[in-house]
Nanobody, 122 residues
Framework: VQLQASGGGLVQAGGSLRLSCAAAGRTFSTYVMGWFRQAPGKEREFVAAISRNGVNTWYAESNKGRFTISRDNAKNTVYLQMNSLKPEDTAVYYC????????????????WGQGTKVTVSS
């Protein structure tokens, strides 16, 4: 499956952004979908994930209550709504497909999008 992330940009602290990740292929609904991010000089870290049918979600503690992951299997798209953004949320955000057993583990994901950059100014 091919993934294309979009929606990043520059936003002030306290603002919101909605990231989208469109998947090409007819198997989107068979994948757990995840969002990860990587800040300069840091490792790629887990942000959020959603089960194949959208019923179950997982979040990093730092994002819980501010970010919401959702998916539309009819549109082959997963979203990440980010509210109350902080400067420390600045990173390149990646969507990924896979994660069947351990959605928080980046090694579980087989396919990755190209990333979309989010910059939060203070």
């Amino acid at each position: 499956v091919q993934l294309q992330a979009s929606g990043g940009g520059l936003v002030q602290a306290g603002g919101s952004l909605r990231l989208s990740c469109a998947a090409a292929g007819r198997t989107f609904s068979t994948y757990v979908m995840g969002w990860f991010r990587q800040a300069p000089g840091k490792e790629r870290e887990f942000v959020a994930a959603i089960s194949r049918n959208g019923v179950n979600t997982w979040y990093a503690e730092s994002n819980k209550g501010r970010f919401t992951i959702s998916r539309d299997n009819a549109k082959n798209t997963v979203y990440l709504q980010m509210n109350s953004l902080k400067p420390e949320d600045t990173a390149v955000y990646y969507c990924a497909a896979g994660g069947f057993w351990y959605p928080r583990n980046r090694d579980e994901y087989d396919y990755w999008g190209q990333g979309t950059k989010v910059t939060v100014s203070s």
